[in-house]
C-alpha cells in the first residue's frame, strides 16, 4: 500500500477505505459469506442459537505466543464453546489508532484467519474504524459470534450438585504471564507463552462423551478463582481443591513470586473448567485428552454440600483455606 | 545438600511436626503463644492453612509485621498535604494510596487532581524527577530494614547524579526496637517470636540478641515455606520447654549471623536511628531511621517543613489492638461488615500483608472451612 501506516482516510468510507478492505481485510477474512460484503451477513443456523461479544483492549497487543487478534477470535469462540454450542459465524469490529502500522494490522487479521480456520469458524461481517491519533491503544477489537447448541446438553450452574468434581483442562496463569512479562519487560524463558486456543473442538468432544457435564466456564479474567466462587455461589454448594493438583510451570510461579500474585487469579485464555458428575469424570477427561489442549487435564477438586457458596482450598501441607473472590482486575488490560 | 522433598514427602513431613510440636507443647501444661512479627510470614501462615492445622495448645498471633499498617495517622496526613500542593509529586508503592490519614486518604487526593505516581522501586522515583525538573518528588519511604537499603540507595544515587528534585517523606521501621515494646506491655502475651525473614537477610541474627535475652523469650528467624516456619515453631516449643531464650536460625540458606553487610553499610551511610511514631503502639525509642545530617537535603520535612493537624478519629476500628496481637480482627465490631477489603476502614485491612486483610482473605474469621 502507499501508506505504511493506518490513516483517518482509511476509516472514511471511500476509496482510501476500499483500499484496505482489499488490499489487507479481505485477503485475511475473505470466504463466501464475506465476500458479498452487504451491509450484513444472511446465514443459516440448525436450531437453538448461541449469542456472544467481547471487547478485546489487551496491551501489549503483541506478546509471547500471540496477539491481540488470536484473543479476539479464541476468546469468543470459548465463550460460545462453554454455552455448549459449536461456535459458525463471528463478526469482527475493528477501531483503529490514526498511525498504526499496516504491517502490524496484517499480522494480525492473518492471525484471525488462522484461528478462525482453526476453530471451524467463519469470519462473515465486520467493521473498521480509524480515530484519531491518542483516541486509542493501537488498536482495539471486537468480536460477536454465534453458534448451534447442541442439542441434549444443558449447561447451568444451577445443575452442580454435591459429589460432581472439578476438572481442569491444565496449567493455569501462563496467559497472564506472558503479558506481564511483556509489559515489565522480564525476560521469560521460551516455554512461557500465553495459552490462547480455540477449545470448541475439545468442549464438543466432551460433551459428546459425558452430556450431564453441569457447567463449562473458561476462567479468563479473576482466573480459577473467580470461576470456582462464581460457581459455588450460584449453585449454592461449596467447592474443595487440592493446591497439589493445580498444575502450575514453575516459571509462571516464578512470576508470580516476583510481583506478589497468585496464579489462581490469574488470567487464562486457553483453559476450561469443568464440573462434572462423578461417574462422568472419567469419560470427560479421556474426551480431553483426544485434544491438544486437554493433555494435561484432572480433576482438582470436587463440589461439597458444606460450606455453600465458598471455595476452600487443602493446602500442600494438609491445612485449609478459603479461595476468595478476587477484589478487582490485578493486571488490568489482559485481554 | 539435602533433596527437594516431593509434595507427598512435604505434606508427611509437615503433618509429622505438627504432632511433635503439640506433644511436646502439651508437656508445659498451657498454651503457648507465638508471634510473628512480619507481614509476609503472615501472609504464608494463612495461605497454607497452618493455624488451623496447629494443636489446641500453639497459638500463633500476628504482630506489627506490616509496614503500610504501622504507619500512623500523621505520617498519612503529612504526605496528603505534600500531595496537595502544585509544585509536587509524590512517588510511592500502591498499597499506601488507600491508607487512611486523620481526615482523607491519597486516593482522596489524587482524585482531587494531586499528581500521586505509583512505583514498583524507590529508584524510579529517579526517573520521575529527571523527567519533571521543576517539581519537587517527594518517595514515601515507608518499609522495615528490609527496604531501607533501597531508599538509601536511591538517596546515594540521587547525589551521584546531582538530582536535587528528590526527596524522601521517611517512615522507616526497625524490628527489635518494637520487640521491646510489645514484651514491655502488659497486654500483650507472646512466649516466642517468629522472627522475620527478609528482614535478617539484611540485618542478620545478632540484633534480635539484646532483646531476647533480656526478657528471655525465645526467638527463630525463618523462611517462608510451611514447613520452614513449622520447624521453627517446634524449635521455638523446644525452647520453651526447655527454659532458653535465644535467637536460632532455620533460614541458614539465606540469613547469615552477620546480614548484608553491605546494605548495611548503605542503610547506615544515609541514616541514623530516631524515635518515631508507630500506630497502636505510640512514639517508640529509637525505632525509626532519619536521615544523617549530610543527606538532610533529600529530607523533605527537613527543606520543606508541613504543618499538619492530626486529630485522630475515634472510629470503633482496633487496629492498634490488633497490630499489637492483643485482639484478633473477628473480635473488631468492623471486621467483615463496614471494614472488607474493597471498602477498608483500617489500615490493617487495607494492605495485603495486613493482618485483617489476610484473615479476610483466607477465612478465618468469618468461618472455618467444613465446620
Given at each position: 500500500m502507499a501508506n505504511d501506516r493506518v490513516t483517518l482516510a482509511h476509516g472514511a468510507g471511500g476509496k482510501v477505505s476500499q483500499e484496505l478492505m482489499e488490499q489487507v481485510i479481505l485477503p485475511a477474512y475473505g470466504n463466501p459469506v464475506l465476500n458479498t460484503l452487504h451491509d450484513g451477513a444472511l446465514v443459516k443456523m440448525s436450531g437453538e442459537v448461541a449469542f456472544t461479544t467481547d471487547s478485546y483492549v489487551v496491551q501489549p497487543l503483541f506478546f509471547a505466543g500471540g496477539n491481540i487478534g488470536k484473543l479476539a477470535i479464541c476468546g469468543t469462540v470459548n465463550d460460545l464453546a462453554m454455552t455448549g454450542a459449536v461456535p459458525r459465524y463471528i463478526s469482527v469490529g475493528m477501531i483503529i489508532e490514526e498511525g498504526f502500522p499496516i504491517k502490524d494490522l496484517q499480522t494480525i487479521v492473518t492471525t484471525m484467519r488462522k484461528m478462525a480456520d482453526e476453530a471451524g469458524v467463519v469470519i462473515a461481517t465486520g467493521d473498521t474504524k480509524v480515530v484519531e491519533k491518542g483516541k486509542a491503544d493501537g488498536i482495539f477489537i471486537n468480536t460477536a459470534g454465534i453458534g448451534d447448541k447442541i442439542p441434549g446438553t444443558d449447561i447451568s450452574p444451577l445443575n452442580v450438585k454435591p459429589g460432581m468434581k472439578v476438572i481442569l483442562s491444565g496449567y493455569i496463569g501462563d496467559h497472564a504471564a506472558a503479558?506481564?512479562?511483556?509489559?515489565?519487560?522480564?525476560?521469560?524463558?521460551?516455554?512461557?507463552?500465553?495459552?490462547?486456543?480455540?477449545?470448541?473442538?475439545?468442549?464438543?468432544a466432551m460433551l459428546e462423551a459425558a452430556p450431564d457435564i453441569a457447567v463449562l466456564r473458561d476462567p479468563t479474567r479473576g482466573g480459577v478463582a473467580a470461576v470456582l466462587n462464581e460457581i459455588a455461589v450460584a449453585s449454592k454448594c461449596g467447592i474443595l481443591i487440592d493446591e497439589d493438583d493445580i498444575p502450575i510451570h514453575p516459571e509462571v510461579q516464578g512470576v508470580c513470586d516476583m510481583l506478589g500474585f497468585d496464579p489462581l487469579y490469574l488470567a487464562n485464555e486457553g483453559k476450561c473448567v469443568a464440573f462434572v458428575p462423578a461417574e462422568s469424570a472419567e469419560k470427560v477427561l479421556k474426551a480431553m485428552r483426544t485434544s491438544p489442549y486437554g493433555q494435561e487435564a484432572r480433576i482438582i477438586g470436587e463440589v461439597t454440600a458444606e460450606a455453600p457458596g465458598t471455595v476452600g482450598l487443602r493446602t500442600g501441607i494438609g491445612g485449609i483455606r478459603v479461595v476468595d473472590m478476587p477484589l478487582g482486575n490485578i493486571v488490568p488490560r489482559i485481554c | 545438600m539435602k533433596e527437594k522433598l516431593t509434595k507427598a514427602e512435604e505434606r508427611e513431613f509437615a503433618q509429622e511436626l505438627v504432632q511433635k510440636i503439640g506433644e511436646l507443647a502439651a508437656t508445659t501444661g498451657r498454651k503457648l503463644r507465638f508471634m510473628e512479627v512480619c507481614g509476609t510470614h503472615t501472609v504464608a501462615i494463612f495461605r497454607a492453612g497452618l493455624?488451623?492445622?496447629?494443636?489446641?495448645?500453639?497459638?500463633?498471633v500476628s504482630g506489627p509485621g506490616c509496614p503500610v499498617c504501622v504507619t500512623p495517622d500523621d505520617y498519612m496526613d503529612k504526605a496528603i498535604a505534600y500531595a496537595q500542593r502544585d509544585d509536587v509529586i509524590i512517588?510511592?508503592?500502591?498499597?499506601?494510596?488507600?491508607?487512611?490519614?486523620?481526615?482523607?486518604?491519597?486516593?482522596?487526593?489524587?482524585?482531587?487532581?494531586a499528581d500521586i505516581r505509583i512505583v514498583y522501586s524507590p529508584m524510579d522515583s529517579i526517573a520521575i524527577a529527571k523527567d519533571n525538573p521543576d517539581k519537587k518528588v517527594i518517595f514515601l519511604a515507608v518499609g522495615f530494614e528490609t527496604t531501607a537499603p533501597t531508599a538509601a540507595a536511591t538517596v546515594l544515587a540521587a547525589e551521584q547524579q546531582g538530582i536535587t528534585n528528590l526527596f524522601m517523606l521517611s517512615a522507616q521501621?526497625?524490628?527489635?526496637?518494637?520487640?521491646?515494646?510489645?514484651?514491655n506491655d502488659e497486654e500483650v502475651h507472646v512466649d516466642g517470636f517468629i522472627l522475620p525473614g527478609h528482614v535478617s537477610v539484611v540485618t542478620g541474627t545478632g540484633v534480635y540478641k539484646p532483646v531476647i535475652e533480656?526478657?528471655?523469650?525465645?526467638?527463630?528467624?525463618?523462611?517462608?515455606e510451611p514447613v520452614q516456619i513449622l520447624r521453627g515453631l517446634y524449635r521455638l516449643v523446644q525452647q520453651v520447654v526447655k527454659g532458653e531464650a535465644k535467637v536460632e536460625n532455620e533460614y541458614t540458606d539465606v540469613v547469615k549471623p552477620e546480614g548484608n553487610p553491605v546494605s548495611m553499610a548503605i542503610t547506615n551511610k544515609v541514616y541514623e536511628p530516631c524515635d518515631t511514631g508507630w500506630r497502636g503502639m505510640g512514639v517508640v525509642p529509637l525505632s525509626g531511621l532519619k536521615m544523617r545530617d549530610e543527606y538532610a537535603r533529600f529530607d523533605i520535612e527537613e527543606v520543606l517543613p508541613v504543618e499538619v493537624e492530626t486529630i485522630t478519629k475515634k472510629t470503633a476500628c482496633r487496629c492498634g489492638e490488633v497490630l499489637r496481637g492483643i485482639v484478633t480482627p473477628k473480635e473488631c465490631p468492623l471486621f467483615g461488615k463496614a471494614c472488607v477489603p474493597t471498602h477498608a476502614i483500617g489500615p490493617c485491612m487495607v494492605s495485603v500483608e495486613g493482618v485483617c486483610a489476610a484473615w479476610y482473605k483466607y477465612g478465618q474469621g468469618r468461618f472455618a472451612y467444613g465446620k
Open positions: 503479558i506481564m512479562a511483556g509489559r515489565h519487560n522480564i525476560n521469560l524463558p521460551a516455554s512461557v507463552q500465553t495459552d490462547c486456543a480455540p477449545l470448541n473442538k475439545m468442549t464438543k | 493455624r488451623q492445622m496447629l494443636p489446641e495448645t500453639v497459638e500463633l512517588a510511592t508503592f500502591g498499597d499506601m494510596l488507600k491508607v487512611p490519614g486523620s481526615k482523607s486518604s491519597l486516593n482522596e487526593a489524587k482524585t482531587g487532581g521501621k526497625l524490628v527489635p526496637p518494637v520487640m521491646e515494646v510489645l514484651l533480656k526478657y528471655h523469650v525465645p526467638g527463630v528467624v525463618t523462611g517462608f
